[in-house]
């Protein structure tokens, strides 16, 4: 059977990349268990707050304080969830600047 | 220059590059000796009408303004179909790596297409149109008299019969062969082409809807299933003179698309901002459109990098050179010049003025005209047994290249201009003038558009003269 | 020798997953992105008018919708770290609770639209009602091609194929479901909460 070309360089690949995970811890790369259900708990309680807050609370200002309550739990989600702080610095910026972007920009509109 | 990359291949490898794969391929060459012919006739025109803005009865009324500029924009349209129509006939034979379903359906096809597309223009110039309408049947189901559809019903009809016979060749060839991202992006792209134009035979009484569905014919082809056929083109042409891997081309190829579709679809809407559809269309088609420059951007890094990461200096470099050039040329028509008029706010002002011609010309040639330009320029010099012209050729092919990219432009630039005052004078001023007064303003501009347009045909007489220019061949 | 690189070497930087999916994933955040910024001027210059239509917004379901899909994004971390670990059985449970997550989201905002439908109002009543349908709408359509990807991985995920040296299906999977997630985040917080 021919290999074609591609599939060479594809199983060459997969070597490459089996050999190198063995020099690397890959659970290293996610949060602990502990630290994921953490997470997973801030970002709810915080979801619970800003709502709250809207019902029942109604304090001035509340448009920024849960907008940049949005941010934070979207910096979280970037970081942790998506795993960005361990990726290529364009791509960690990019994203995190998306969200900078926009949530700075939503804040101003409610000045 | 490349002389000793050649020279230093056997010599069997040196046969076998310099001839197509597959003989069922030679179909595609009176395809695009057509779509070249018929190129001419559309330049022509467009300096028949270019001449009648400014000299307002030349030719009147032998050629009158309004039929000139249909048999402007219509040959325009079937000498890019021409072109895709042998770009595909071209490149799924190779990309399938098996002959043509059927090589002898393809030529009785050309001869249809070109004798019923050649018809349909004379009933233009030799008849009313009103008397033409009745002739052919358009009492029947009336499909006539909207813009770019002009076409008589049974030249319509023709039309979806020609593309189905070309959809059935290549699909049946596909089918029983090797299938690869190009191909069937090239495929799924023409096939859309042909299920919109259906949508020429939707013609509601209700103005809006009319003016509502008329774009899934226009704006979803050239916005839309064209983009994927362009790019699969640009694809297999980068796959060839690169030699780039073939994994990292199609995955920019899906990315592109994917990204087309994303902006294209819902940006439809920003041909729904006046026509009487419901209001929130300013906001979904401004949103949507202003991103439809990204897959062109795409196009233009894909292309600057795939040349860059090239694996082989390929002898055909005017080939090279209009791949290039239709990344940048796409980007800047239809990507920033569309972008110019595109924002609802924007449009309010520009709507139907040159602005929207400015873009209309650099767009279509940019994207459409240039990509198949492409293909020829790859194509025709194997399928007259050659890899690649002499450099004399390719040298006359470049020069045509510069001067009618740059002769378009000129021209885009110069219908800016009066597009600007169009909108000054006549819309954003507080004593606005009328659109005769606002025109008369323009002349000087508009006889500065017709030389350019002169410039443009002189470049393309010398792309023609490029396909008989000889001298010494590689060994 | 694995000691000696555990200690000291930080874990290379790669990019989780299918860079294609990464420039998907850009683009519709560019998408959205704009889509927020033009609601916020559109609500800058009728302030009233969105007020009054947020008042009338229940805020229990749609808090309980980004709980579902925090919850979601939790199994899907959690998926992700299973497989890293070759546990497959445990990966795959994880996605289903993705899934699920996912399915409870739907459930509850097709509930909320058809409610809003049945008092009778369209993309045409006015402006905060038309990007409130739009954009709710758009970002459902988004969950659902999510859950999609995330069945499809799961489906996938039967023969056993992703190893901790093969993962890029679920690390893709993964992206594009949090891309879904962050989006929502702001949703919630501009459309419903942020009054």
């Not at chain 2, 009865?57 to 890019?80: C, E, G, K, Q, Y």
């Not at chain 2, 729904?272 to 196009?299: H, K, R």
């Amino acid at each position: 059977m021919d290999l074609r070309p591609g599939d060479k360089r594809k199983a060459l690949f997969r070597i490459k990349e089996a050999l190198a995970a063995r020099g690397h811890d890959a659970v290293m790369t996610y949060p602990a268990p502990g630290t994921q259900r953490a997470l997973w708990l801030l970002l709810s309680l915080l979801t619970v707050l800003a709502a709250w807050l809207a019902e029942d609370g109604h304090p001035r200002r509340l448009a920024l304080i849960v907008l940049a309550l949005a941010w934070f739990k979207g910096v979280l989600l970037v970081e942790y969830y998506m795993g960005l702080r361990h990726a290529p610095r364009w791509l960690h910026a990019l994203v995190q600047g998306w969200l900078a972007v926009v949530s700075s920009a939503l804040l101003l509109s409610f000045f | 220059m490349s002389n000793a990359t050649v020279a230093s291949l056997p010599a069997s490898a040196t046969a076998a590059a310099s001839q197509v794969r597959y003989r069922s391929q030679a179909v595609a060459k009176p395809y695009f000796i057509a779509a070249i012919g018929l190129f001419i006739g559309q330049i022509v025109f467009g300096l028949i009408i270019g001449l009648q803005y400014v000299v307002g009865d030349f030719l009147f009324p032998v050629v009158t303004f309004s039929t000139a500029r249909m048999v402007h924009t219509n040959l325009l349209i079937v000498w890019l179909l021409f072109g895709f129509m042998g770009a595909g006939y071209y490149l799924i034979p190779e990309e399938t790596e098996r002959e043509l379903h059927s090589p002898k359906l393809a030529i009785i096809t050309f001869w249809v297409f070109l004798v019923a597309g050649a018809l349909t223009i004379l009933g233009y110039l030799g008849l009313p149109y009103n008397v033409l309408a009745h002739l052919t049947g358009n009492d029947l189901l009336p499909t006539m008299g909207r813009g770019y559809l002009e076409q008589p019903l049974i030249t319509k009809v023709g039309i979806v019969l020609v593309a189905l016979s070309f959809l059935y060749n290549l699909s049946m060839t596909l089918l029983a062969g090797r299938k690869t991202s190009i191909s069937i992006v090239m495929l799924l792209g023409l096939w859309g082409l042909a299920i919109f134009f259906l949508f020429s035979f939707v013609n509601p009484n209700n103005l809006v809807l009319d003016k509502y569905f008329w774009w899934w014919v226009v704006h979803l082809w050239v916005e839309g299933v064209w983009e994927l056929i362009m790019g699969a083109m640009l694809a297999f042409v980068l796959v060839k003179v690169t030699g780039v891997d073939r994994e990292i081309i199609e995955k920019w190829l899906y990315l592109i698309i994917a990204m087309t579709l994303i902006t294209g679809i819902v940006g439809t809407g920003h041909h729904y901002f006046w026509i009487g559809t419901p209001a929130y269309w300013q906001v979904w088609g401004s949103i949507f459109s202003a991103l439809e420059p990204i897959p062109f951007f795409m196009m233009t890094m894909f292309a600057f990098n795939m040349v860059k990461r090239r694996r082989r200096e390929h002898p055909n470099q005017a080939a090279t050179l209009w791949a290039l050039g239709t990344g940048v040329m796409s980007f800047l028509g239809a990507g920033v010049w569309g972008f110019l008029g595109t924002l609802s706010v924007v449009n309010y002002y520009t709507h139907g003025t040159q602005v929207t011609a400015s873009h209309g010309h650099m767009a279509f040639y940019g994207a459409y005209a240039m990509v198949v330009l492409t293909m020829i320029s790859y194509t025709m010099p194997l399928l007259r047994g050659r890899e690649a012209n002499s450099p004399q050729a390719q040298k006359v092919e470049k020069l045509a290249f510069w001067v009618m990219t740059l002769s378009i432009v000129a021209i885009t630039l110069c219908l800016t201009a009066a597009g600007a005052t169009q909108v000054l004078l006549q819309r954003l001023s507080d004593t606005p003038l009328s659109f005769m007064e606002t025109q008369d303003r323009i002349m000087p501009i508009y006889w500065a558009r017709w030389v350019c347009g002169i410039s443009f045909f002189c470049g393309l007489v010398l792309y023609v003269i490029s396909f008989f220019v000889t001298g010494k061949r590689e060994e | 020798m694995k000691a000696l690189v555990q200690s000291s070497a930080p874990p290379e930087r790669r990019v989780p997953g299918d860079l294609a999916m990464w420039c998907f994933i850009l683009a519709e955040l560019a998408v959205f992105g704009v889509f927020f910024l033009v609601y916020a001027v559109f609500r800058w210059r009728e302030p009233a008018l969105f007020a009054a239509g947020q008042r009338s917004l229940d805020l229990t379901l749609p808090t309980l919708n980004t709980l579902f899909l925090l919850a979601g994004s939790a199994a899907m971390l959690a998926a992700v770290s299973r497989f890293a670990e070759g546990r497959q059985p445990a990966g795959r449970r994880a996605l289903a609770l993705t899934m699920l997550c996912g399915g409870g989201f739907l459930a509850l905002k097709l509930y909320e639209l058809v409610g809003k439908f049945a008092r009778g109002i369209t993309l045409s009543t006015n402006d905060f009602w038309m990007f409130y349908l739009s954009l709710t709408v758009f970002h459902f359509l988004h969950v659902v091609l999510g859950m999609v990807i995330v069945a499809a991985v799961w489906r996938l995920a039967r023969d056993g194929r992703y190893t901790p040296d093969a993962m890029d299906g679920v690390e893709t999977a993964a992206a594009y479901w949090h891309m879904v997630d962050l989006v929502w985040l702001v949703l919630f917080a501009l459309v419903y909460v942020a009054r």
